[in-house]
């Protein structure tokens, strides 16, 4: 028996020494391969769609006309991005741009679904053309002082209105503004909507202000 002392100091500290070596997580670590956290970040990504060629690409809804530059933005159920929409709407006179509200994008997107079909069955593009967005100060009291039906607190000013004209693809000239009024209060627009009939207009006012409506 005190022969083999040795052989059970010698298992005791073998054992001291492999169990911190399975119990560590390094350890276990590092048999993990490379390239399993590779496999799970790709995977994830042909889940989230970015990497999917199949996706199908965003129906055109209208193409937005800025009136006073020609400039063209396309509009869809994911775009333009709301930055987008406030450069192409900035004050014409200073270049200021300021945040339009949201609800106004919203508001010309459902517009512009189902406003013409074409053969088949398919709505086609419209076209609408913007007459006016953010409004600076300076730029409202010019007009006021040209003589034009604009408001000393305007909408427009607060980045909360958009003055604009609906083109069917299949026109040429835009729909009547009582029309485009009777489509927005259809669609339950709660603020303000005014009309400008007259041919050297002919575009219909949004906001998001108080419940009225007007004619000019």
């Known amino acids: 028996m005190p022969r083999l002392a040795p052989f059970l100091v010698i298992a005791v500290v073998s054992g001291a020494l492999v169990a911190p070596w399975v119990a560590s997580p390094i350890a276990r670590e590092a048999h ?7 496999a799970e970040k790709k995977d994830a990504v042909r889940h989230d769609g970015e990497d999917d060629d199949d996706a199908p690409a965003p129906v055109i809804l209208a193409t937005l006309v800025q009136t006073h530059t020609g400039e063209r933005v396309l509009l869809d159920d994911e ?4 930055e987008r ?12 741009h300021g945040a339009l509200d949201p609800r106004l994008l919203d508001l010309l997107r459902q517009l512009a679904r189902g406003v013409d079909d074409a053969p088949g069955g398919v709505s086609a593009p419209a076209r609408i053309e913007l007459v006016s967005g953010y409004r600076s100060a300076k730029l409202n009291e010019m007009l006021r002082k040209k003589g034009h ?3 000393s607190h305007s909408q427009h000013s607060l980045g909360h209105a958009v003055d604009f ?3 069917p693809a299949s026109e ?3 729909l009547e503004p009582a029309l485009v009024r009777e489509r927005i209060r259809a669609l339950g627009w709660q603020g303000g909507v005014g009309i ?3 041919p050297n207009d002919r575009f219909v006012h949004a906001d998001v202000g108080p419940n009225r409506n007007w004619m000019n």
């Open 32 to 38: 993990v391969p490379h390239s399993h956290g590779l």
């Open 79 to 82: 775009g333009p991005p709301l």
């Open 85 to 96: 929409f406030d450069a192409l709407l900035g004050d014409r006179t200073t270049g200021a």
């Open 149 to 151: 039906h604009v408001a």
């Open 165 to 167: 004209r609906l083109i």
């Open 172 to 174: 040429t000239a835009a």
């Open 196 to 198: 400008y009939p007259t």
